[in-house]
């Protein structure tokens, strides 16, 4: 397809939203997912673009609600990529095995497939490996993904009365988006190298801590520290220069801030109702890095 082509099928981001099928949304929940940013989000993008590049996917929410045809997807958590691969072409069968994990959900059980998934002996298919990833997603502690230093998902189970482990829509709409994108296992850098002019590009990376106790990065078991803020912010300015549009989240730091010198720098405050400190959900300043 020219790109004139995909410009003009490229429909404006209102009228895009509102025609979105009500059960199109994130699957999993995710620390830092953007669901109540989304507006903010929207407000700093354009109206056209060619492909959507979002390389700390997490929980995909601005991905499910723009709904692109042409996206790169990716994240270091292999676990997660997995997942969306299978939703994206198995659907009915992880459909199939979340239905049992719902029917069998008690203590008994979500230990035992979290000891099972810990074990990464090749026993499980990566369908098996993607309906347990999502049923603990559903029904450990406060929706919270973490793993320890060799990589174990290590999260006791929530008290929910009756967790959605399988809702059967909104995988099958999810999974019809997904198919429409280019899904990675790797590095951010990798997966923005291609992008070009009139690419939108979304980097919603782990973030700089606001304090020496509030450091949470655990979604995989390397961490992602100053070095490697500055590296992704140099990597922005790269993609600034070739002509992309470019958003990226972060905390509202003064380090922060002096990374992007010279972008358009917005605060806003979210919400955050998943951490590991109980203490810690509340409303947080963070801000929204623009170059358009």
Not at 23 to 40: I, N, S, Y
Not at 108 to 134: C, L, M, P, T, W
């Amino acid at each position: 397809m020219s790109t004139v082509a995909r410009l003009d099928m490229r429909r404006a981001v209102a009228p895009k939203q509102a025609r979105r099928p009500v059960e199109l949304a994130p699957v999993v929940k995710w620390a830092g997912g953007k669901t109540k940013l989304l507006d903010e989000l929207l407000a700093h993008m354009p109206v056209n673009y060619r492909r959507y590049f979002e390389p700390f996917v997490g929980g995909g929410a601005l991905f499910f609600r723009l709904a692109p045809d042409d996206a790169v997807l990716c994240d270091r958590n292999a676990d997660l990529i997995t997942t969306y691969r299978c939703l994206a072409w198995n659907v009915e069968a992880v459909i199939v095995r979340l239905a049992a994990h719902k029917r069998q959900h008690d203590d008994k059980h979500y230990y035992g497939v979290r000891d099972r998934f810990n074990q990464r002996d090749g026993r499980q298919s990566d369908i098996e490996r993607a309906a347990a990833f999502i049923y603990l997603n559903k029904t450990c502690y406060n929706g919270l993904y973490r793993v320890n230093q060799g990589g174990g998902f290590n999260v006791p189970m929530g008290r929910y009365v009756d967790p959605p482990i399988c809702d059967a829509e909104r995988l099958r709409a999810a999974s019809r988006l997904l198919q429409q994108a280019d899904l990675r296992a790797g590095h951010y850098a990798d997966a923005v190298d291609g992008a070009r002019s009139g690419d939108l590009v979304y980097f919603d990376p782990p973030y700089h801590p606001v304090s020496d106790t509030a450091n949470f990065t655990s979604y995989t078991a390397d961490c992602f520290g100053e070095q490697d803020q500055r590296e992704l912010a140099a990597v922005t300015r790269v993609l600034d220069a070739r002509g992309c549009t470019v958003l990226a989240s972060n905390s509202d730091t003064p380090f922060i801030r002096g990374l992007y010198r010279g972008f358009r720098i917005t605060r806003v405050s979210c919400a955050r109702a998943i951490n590991s400190n109980a203490a810690s959900r509340g409303a947080v300043n963070e801000v929204i890095v623009s170059n358009k």
